[in-house]
């Protein structure tokens, strides 16, 4: 039977379910939301379309947080040897953040009754701040809860002279976590002050802070599966958030372009945002390296789609799309615009919700002491999500598109409703995709609820213990293969670039949408293509290899992580 050595570890596991039924629900407020773009009148005046969008867009950090508070307190005893600290606090912070996301349920219609924001007198229910709805009580709330979690993670590391670079990125960003999402709890009367530290939390918390967590998690995972080495991982992790911190900080003025602020961080804002990808670039190569280190099996392949789903994604989501709008003069165009959630979805759940879902594919077997299980439920929910989610940012880029060109050419001032028409064909194509979407979510929040609890399929894939070199689509995938893939997205990333720059032509504004159509046309089809082929490459050359029997145990992982 599959052991856990240390006690407080199981303590991860009510995160882990948390992290499902909220992102179960927040599946479901999506493709309500999908539908009302297809037909406005849905649910009109019990569940109007704003509300469901809060919901759905803060039931998505909570979530996530769920499961990186999870990983964290999974791998906490790992790390340091030894017991987490205070457990009796950790199951504070579970009620605490179970409170604090049926206060943001209960909450958010408030706005829609004027009981909202500091002009209203109500700040402690609901603030009124775009993605920061939740009210003061809540924010007190979650700082506590972020305190809690840093609290303990600290006191549970070894001395500070033992840490390796895991140790620390974990304790930069359990830090930050706590203390940036200040700026997002005081209230600033001037509107571009307040922006101004508003993106400090919308931004620089969740892109900057949470990558620094990411990376830091990432690479522990990767030597829990595949043994991977140590200060080898580190020294990737330690460049990893360098690198956020450096680019980011300066870059997070990206958000400043339209609020206000002075016109210098207009030059400012897009060089160092266009440097954010190299952070990413990094942590994708790095993942390379270490699934084929030594050419170890894959003992747990949902856990490792997942991971790799997460850096993939964050490639293109965060990185290349990200890039694509980063510079003042494609983001004028693309600001507030459909192309936005394209680029928002892929970074958002790609690079931190498949975080979290790996985690709790390579945790609750082990929690639940299962010492092998069918991993076919998971593989095929990883392809229905990975796809479903592909194509939701391709309806979205390609309806921004038309929406960006009838906006420029009309000469509109304000994004209302007057060119939603000539967007109905991707509307639809969302609530499409969010199907197969949903579909995937739903097999896979099964699949992890019941492990361990449902009866055991009797079915089982032999293990291949011994397999010949496999050519083409299953052969090895070599380090210049993985970069001409990587290069090709980005190709497809400078082709988005070029079209949303077209905008900005005289020819565009006069009504010629043969430039920038023909860009898009070619760049989100091509890159969200090659995405999908390269994921499929990747793990067709990893299951090639000889297969082990069942899912790796605990054990032998965390001897190497102690040696």
């Not at 379309?49 to 990186?68: C, V």
Request: net charge neutral; hydrophobic share 55%; aromatic share 16%.
């Amino acid at each position: 039977m599959i052991k856990i050595e240390y006690r407080t570890q199981r303590l991860s596991l009510r995160f882990f379910l948390l992290m499902l039924v909220l992102f179960l629900f927040q599946m479901l407020f999506g493709l309500i939301i999908a539908t009302q773009h297809v037909d406005p009148t849905l649910l009109a005046g019990i569940a109007n379309f704003n509300i469901l969008r809060a919901e759905h867009t803060n039931l998505g950090i909570l979530w996530i947080l769920s499961g990186f508070i999870g990983t964290i307190l999974f791998i906490g005893p790992l790390l340091s040897k030894r017991e987490l600290a205070a457990p009796w606090l950790i199951q504070i912070l579970f009620y605490a953040l179970i409170i604090v996301t049926v206060w943001n349920v209960a909450t958010q219609s408030l706005a829609a009754d004027g009981v909202a924001g500091w002009w209203a007198g109500q700040p402690w229910l609901q603030e009124g701040l775009e993605y920061l709805e939740a009210g003061r009580a809540a924010d007190v709330v979650i700082f506590i809860g972020f305190a809690i979690l840093a609290w303990v993670v600290l006191r549970t590391f070894p001395p500070r002279r033992e840490w390796n670079e895991i140790h620390w990125g974990l304790a930069i960003g359990v830090t930050a976590l706590t203390f940036v999402w200040l700026f997002g709890v005081f209230f600033i009367d001037r509107l571009d002050l307040q922006e101004y530290f508003r993106w400090y939390v919308v931004h620089y918390w969740v892109e900057g802070v949470w990558e620094v967590i990411h990376i830091s998690l990432v690479g522990f995972l990767l030597v829990l599966m595949f043994k991977a080495d140590v200060k080898s991982v580190g020294y990737a992790v330690f460049w990893g958030v360098a690198l956020v911190w450096l680019s980011g900080l300066i870059g997070n003025a990206h958000h400043y372009f339209w609020i206000g602020t002075p016109a210098f961080w207009q030059f400012w804002g897009s060089l160092f945002s266009a440097l954010e990808p190299l952070p990413l670039v990094f942590c994708f190569w790095h993942i390379y390296l270490d699934a084929h280190q030594d050419n170890k099996p894959l003992a747990n392949a949902p856990a490792f789609y997942f991971i790799l789903g997460s850096v993939v994604l964050e490639q293109v989501g965060a990185g290349i799309l990200g890039f694509t709008m980063t510079f003042a003069l494609t983001n004028v165009w693309s600001h507030g615009t459909w192309v936005t959630p394209s680029h928002a979805h892929l970074a958002m759940f790609g690079t931190f919700g498949m975080l979290g879902i790996a985690s709790a594919y390579y945790a609750v077997p082990l929690l639940r002491g299962v010492k092998s299980f069918d991993q076919r439920l998971g593989r095929v929910a990883f392809w229905l999500v990975l796809t479903g989610m592909l194509g939701i940012a391709f309806a979205f880029a390609i309806g921004g598109t038309i929406q960006v060109f009838l906006y420029r050419s009309m000469g509109l001032n304000w994004f209302g409703g007057e060119v939603f028409p000539a967007m109905q064909f991707y509307k639809v194509l969302i609530p499409i995709f969010g199907l197969v979407f949903a579909v995937g979510t739903g097999l896979l929040v099964y699949d992890l609820l019941t492990l361990g609890l449902r009866q055991p399929s009797a079915v089982v894939p032999e293990p291949r213990l011994h397999a010949a070199p496999r050519a083409g689509w299953g052969s090895a995938l070599k380090g210049s293969e993985a970069s001409l893939w990587l290069m090709g997205m980005w190709i497809f990333g400078a082709i988005i670039t070029m079209g949303l720059l077209s905008f900005n032509l005289d020819a565009v504004s006069k009504g010629d949408p043969t430039i920038p159509y023909v860009l898009a046309g070619i760049g989100y089809p091509g890159l969200l293509l090659i995405t999908l082929l390269f994921v499929w490459r990747f793990l067709a050359s990893l299951q090639a290899r000889p297969q082990p029997a069942a899912a790796p145990e605990a054990s032998p992982a965390m001897a190497q992580v102690a040696s």
